[in-house]
């Protein structure tokens, strides 16, 4: 059964950081480009982050390169989005989402086959 499961979300004031997991099952980890999106109310879902866990490669929005960085841990079958110096516009539903039919991530939604049911964070100002 493939799952994966976000946690992390909460609220922050600008400024502070949070940091997301994606929990995994084997099938959907192993050699997978392993994404992070997030969706703000009334718009569309936007590509964050992603990881090749079959290499390590990693690739990053330039909208929020140097404040956020993917890693994982191959152990857990987790990838975590460690996000610092919040604002207030990256506030959304994130979600997590795996690929495992290629082994160069997409930055486009439907290029992932599996997801996860999102997990909530709120940046006050």
């Known amino acids: 059964q493939v ?3 976000e946690s992390g ?5 600008a400024g502070g950081s949070l940091r997301l997991s ?10 997978s480009c392993m994404g992070w999106f997030r969706q703000a109310p009334g718009k569309e879902r936007v590509w964050v982050a992603a ?3 079959g290499g390590g490669s990693t690739y990053t929005a330039d909208s929020v390169k140097g404040r956020f960085t993917i890693s ?12 610092n110096s919040l604002k207030p516009e990256d506030s959304a539903m994130y979600y997590c989402a795996a690929d ?14 599996y997801w996860g049911q999102g997990t909530q964070v709120t940046v006050s100002s």
């Open 51 to 53: 990881v090749y866990t």
């Open 22 to 31: 994606c929990a995994a099952s084997r099938y959907a980890y192993s050699d």
């Open 72 to 83: 994982q841990d191959n152990a857990k079958n987790t990838v975590y989005l460690q996000m």
């Open 100 to 113: 495992n039919t290629r082994t160069s991530c997409s930055g486009t939604a439907y290029a992932y086959n």
């Open 3 to 5: 799952q994966l499961v």
């Open 9 to 13: 979300g909460g609220s922050v004031q």
